[in-house]
C-alpha cells in the first residue's frame, strides 16, 4: 500500500513562504495523481492543487494560482507544494493524496496532514 507522510508545515507571516513536502513510500509516486487538499476549522476540505503523473499537467484552485506551485520528484519519491505570498486564510491542515483514477476522485491514500498557519 502506498503511504505518504507530508512536511514542512508551521507558522508564517503573511507575505511569507513555506514548501510542504509529501514523503511515498510502498509504491512509487510515479504512477499516481498527487493532489494536495486543505481543510480549515469549521470548513469543508477543499482540493488545491493536483499533478497528473501521466504528462505533468497541473491544476489550481483560482484561490492558490498565481501563488502555490505543485511539484514532483520521482527520483526522491516526493512530492511538493511551494507556497508563496500566503494570507491568512492560507490557514489549514493540509493533506496529499493519490489517486490512480483522476485527480478528482478515488484518493486511497492519505498522508496524515501538516498544520499550516498564516499569522503576524
Known amino acids: 500500500q502506498l503511504q505518504l507522510v507530508e512536511s514542512g508545515g508551521g507558522l508564517v507571516q503573511p507575505g511569507g513562504s513555506l514548501r510542504l513536502s509529501c514523503a511515498a513510500s510502498?509504491?512509487?509516486?510515479?504512477?499516481?495523481?498527487i493532489k494536495w487538499f486543505r481543510q480549515a476549522p469549521g470548513k469543508e476540505r477543499e482540493g488545491v492543487s493536483c499533478?497528473?503523473?501521466?504528462?505533468?499537467?497541473?491544476y489550481y484552485a483560482d484561490s492558490v494560482k498565481g501563488r502555490f506551485t505543485i511539484s514532483r520528484n520521482n527520483g526522491e519519491n516526493t512530492a511538493y507544494l511551494q507556497m508563496d505570498n500566503l494570507k491568512p486564510e492560507d490557514t489549514a491542515v493540509y493533506y496529499c493524496?493519490?489517486?490512480?483514477?483522476?485527480?478528482?476522485?478515488?484518493?486511497?491514500?492519505w498522508g496524515q496532514g501538516v498544520q499550516v498557519t498564516v499569522s503576524s
Open positions: 493524496a493519490a489517486s490512480r483514477s483522476s485527480c478528482f476522485t478515488d484518493f486511497r491514500s
Open positions: 510502498g509504491y512509487s509516486l510515479s504512477n499516481y495523481h
Open positions: 499533478m497528473h503523473f501521466h504528462d505533468g499537467s497541473t
